[in-house]
């Protein structure tokens, strides 16, 4: 019997696995872009992979093992190793200096062309930044979600032994490369934190003796402290979407509260008033409100409150501790840092405190600091013992693709600055 | 003495006389000016240097003045002092005794400039109808099925005519494994015989069809669940059963098994509407993949409609998304896209359907709903 208009199907679900792709090595338009080419593609394949939501299929599975930028592509031969997305592109220098690389997305199984082709100019010192754009662009066509491989890491290096560690502020590239060093290990640091620009940073340092708030410029490496009374301690610090007030924690006769200082005027503004410990504050993406942990109710949890003012409203609500709350920059998810049975976990919930998942677990995890995207969290992780050192860490929210970041030295306290321009 | 001498004498004694009272020799040596040196450590000469550098800014990046509502937070709010810091770090401060070794900051490399070039038309080089179907691999040489890859390529059905009566025809070679005729015949005959059939009313070896012979089968294709029937029903149902005769009834069914026997050989067998869209959307769903979907798009509804060919695979040309809901236009494209593909690849082979049921499953109407899957 002939179905009456269509038939009607729903699908619900799908296989959860990466989607597989491939780079075949780029296209060198001249002889001296052979080996720009060649780091070009190795970078691009690195990022999507290291992202978790693709699978490189093996270049030596390639049945063509060279592909001609302008040439047709094979669709069934790509198809024939169950690759799923195509990059090919070409690169070429210039005799002023100058990179220019420009490629194309193939959906193979659609047999069509992603969008069209793009093409990037830019200095031959900036190789690595042009591959991160184009493994940015692959990626956010293929996804759908906002790119982040073009974006810059703040962290705390650490050196020495365990009881004596030294501690200085370092900038990396997020993929751990260009590590840079922005201030001494003469004095403790902790907690840095990138404005939305990538232009400044805050963190906490031992400085004067006790924890005090400075302002360092990432370009001249210059720094400020902030106007804050000497007569107590000032820390945890994080940047207002638009960088012009910061929020930070003021400890004074053993009372801890929130303050919002506008940094124009050097005012600051008490936003919290409780006999508690209420520290740890972050923005969200519209300003409009933060979320700060608190032990008012006599365990810490996880309170928002209006930046305007009024009653904080508890959000956590789960067994055990949470803390070291953050808002994601989608505006979506918080993630925080929890404690429960002698662990430390990584996880995310709702703003309105449901949907609570944990992402990661071990003896100490903490301090979540999310991609540009929101789409992956990078979190400190401590080993035990003696020899126990911090190093840095990145899952996706999801709970997937858990990566370690192969530093040569330990290192705390993430901060991931934002894509760059 | 000549004149000579006396002059020569006299030229000298002033000379003398002027160097000893007024000449260029200084009365008393002048003080040396000298700088107290002392061996320092490279380190301890950066750290001099850098609080020599005028590096450490007092200055705040200027920034619009942003208006703190103090009220809002309450009467007990205190104000803060504005005390500008200076930070200062003396030489004696560092070198108290700070034996751990100190290093400068290091110079931060300004960011290279990478700019994004307006888009230009980089537009896919057509593929020439040469190059689909002469493959030219370095592969060794391998057999590979010849559905995937035919040495001609076949022509795609047109979509838009009846082709009804023709697929009949099509499906003529018959090719029917006899393991599959005797399980279904051995299912059938067991599971629909309405009553028991002696042997001697057995059908003969070339059962002649009388003309009250039904064209169809009575029986339900599928068992049917057993169901309460009230008491007053059966006097309605029971009607129908006397108009079979049972010689008539044991034809149809070894004649319908024989009709399994050849058009089960290349499809599946029949089924009806929501076991066919059970079938393909089992397919698609153990198939297509959708990990890397953003989280947006994962929430997002996209409704999609294609047509599937005689040959069971999806037209390509065909699907396209009719609406979208709870994303945006973005994340909709995004799920339409990796849809779109996962179909490619899941009815390459064609969906495990039947042929005769083509007019049931040739439209096709999907909503994509992952927001479950993705709260799970």
């Known amino acids: 019997m002939a179905q009456n208009g269509p038939l009607r199907i729903e699908i619900t679900d799908g296989v959860i696995e990466p989607l597989t792709f491939a780079v075949p090595m780029f296209e060198a338009e001249n002889i001296e872009a052979v080996t720009i080419a060649t780091e070009m593609s190795r970078i691009v394949a690195t990022d999507l992979s290291s992202s978790g939501l693709f699978r490189e299929v093996p270049p030596n599975r390639y049945i063509a093992q060279r592909s001609r930028f302008a040439e047709p592509v094979r669709y069934p031969d790509w198809r024939a190793i169950n690759t799923q997305a195509l ?15 420009k490629f194309r997305i193939f959906d193979i199984y659609s047999g069509v062309q992603l969008g069209s082709g793009m093409q990037l100019s830019g200095s031959t010192k ?92 990432v370009s001249s490496a210059a720094r400020k402290r902030l106007p804050i009374p000497d007569n107590g301690m000032a820390f945890s610090p994080r940047f207002s979407p638009d960088a012009k007030r910061v929020v930070y924690s003021f400890e004074q006769g053993g009372n801890t509260d929130i303050y919002l200082m506008d940094l124009a005027s050097a005012r600051s503004a008490r936003m919290t008033s409780s006999p508690s410990i209420d520290t740890a504050p972050s923005f969200s993406p519209d300003g409009r409100t933060i979320v700060f942990e608190s032990d ?32 994601s920059p989608r505006g979506d998810l918080i993630a925080f840092t929890k404690q429960s049975k002698g662990r430390f976990g990584i996880g995310v919930m709702r703003t309105d405190g449901s949907e609570e998942r944990l992402l990661s677990a071990s003896f100490l995890d903490e301090g979540p600091s999310w991609s ?42 993430p901060s991931w600055g934002p894509v760059l321009p | 003495m000549s004149p000579g001498s006396y002059i020569s004498f006299a030229l ?23 700088a107290d040196v002392s061996v320092v450590s490279s380190d301890l000469f950066d750290i001099m240097v850098n609080n020599s550098s005028p590096d450490i800014s007092t200055e705040i990046p200027s920034a619009e003045a942003v208006s703190v509502t103090e009220d809002a937070v309450g009467p007990s709010a205190p104000e ?5 810091v200076q930070v200062v770090q003396s030489l004696t401060q560092i070198s108290s005794g700070d034996t751990l070794p100190l290093r400068r900051p290091e110079p931060v490399a300004p960011v290279q400039d990478v700019v994004i070039l307006p888009p230009v038309e980089l537009q896919a080089p057509m593929v020439e109808d040469s190059v689909q179907t002469t493959l030219e691999t370095s592969l060794p040489p391998k057999p590979r099925p010849a559905q995937r890859i035919a040495p001609a390529a076949i022509d795609a059905p047109d979509m838009e005519m009846d082709i009804g009566a023709e697929s009949r025809e099509a499906a003529a070679p018959q090719e029917a494994p006899v393991e599959v005729a005797q399980e279904q015949e051995a299912q059938t ?12 009313e057995k059908p003969s070896a070339t059962p002649v069809v009388t003309a009250n012979a039904p064209e169809r089968s009575l029986r339900p294709r599928s068992r049917p669940a057993p169901r309460p029937v009230p008491a007053s029903e059966p006097a309605a149902t029971e009607p129908e059963a006397p108009e079979i005769d049972p010689v008539t009834a044991a034809l149809s069914a070894a004649l319908m098994a024989s009709e399994i026997t050849t058009s089960g050989a290349e499809t599946a067998p029949a089924l009806s509407a929501p076991k066919i869209a059970d079938v393909i959307m089992s397919t698609v769903e153990n198939c297509w993949s959708i990990g890397h979907l953003s989280t947006m798009a994962l929430s997002t509804n996209v409704e999609v409609e294609m047509k ?69």
């Open chain 2, 189 to 200: 005959r067991e599971a629909a015989a309405p009553e028991i059939v002696t042997e001697a």
């Open chain 1, 126 to 217: 900036a190789v690595r930044r042009m591959a991160h754009k184009v493994a940015d662009q692959v990626y956010a066509r293929i996804t759908g979600e906002g790119p982040y491989f073009d974006s810059k890491i703040v962290f705390v290096s650490e050196s020495g032994p365990k009881d004596q560690r030294l501690k200085r502020l370092a900038i990396m590239d997020y993929d751990g490369e260009n590590l840079q060093f922005l201030t001494g290990n003469e004095n403790t640091v902790l907690a840095p934190r990138v404005s939305q620009d990538g232009k400044q940073v805050l963190y906490t340092s031992w400085e004067t003796g006790f924890p005090q708030i400075y302002l360092l410029s």
């Open chain 2, 308 to 376: 599937l060919a005689i040959d069971r695979k999806p037209i390509e040309s065909s699907i396209r998304m009719i609406g979208f809901e709870g994303g945006d236009k973005t994340s909709a494209e995004t799920v339409f896209a990796a849809f779109k593909s996962g179909i490619s690849k899941c009815g390459a082979k064609g969906f495990n359907l039947s042929k005769d049921d083509y007019e049931t499953w040739r439209y096709l109407s999907f909503t994509i709903d992952l927001d479950k899957m993705r709260v799970r």
């Open chain 2, 12 to 34: 000298h004694l002033g000379f003398v006389g002027w160097l000893v009272f007024d000449g260029d020799f200084p009365r008393k040596p002048s003080e040396m000016s000298v």
């Open chain 2, 80 to 84: 803060f002092d504005v005390v500008p």
């Open chain 1, 372 to 413: 540009p995207n929101g789409r992956v969290i990078m979190f400190t992780r401590e080993t035990q013992g003696p020899k126990g050192a911090p190093s840095l860490y990145s899952v996706d929210i999801s709970g997937r693709n858990l990566r370690a970041f192969n530093l040569r030295s330990p290192a705390s306290d």
């Open chain 1, 296 to 327: 008012r109710s006599g365990t810490q949890q996880l309170y928002v409150l209006p930046v305007t003012g009024g009653a904080p409203k508890r959000i956590s609500f789960g067994n055990g501790r949470y803390g070291t709350p953050v808002w």
């Open chain 1, 87 to 101: 990059v090919t592109a070409a690169v070429k220098t210039t005799s002023f200096g100058r990179l220019t690389v």
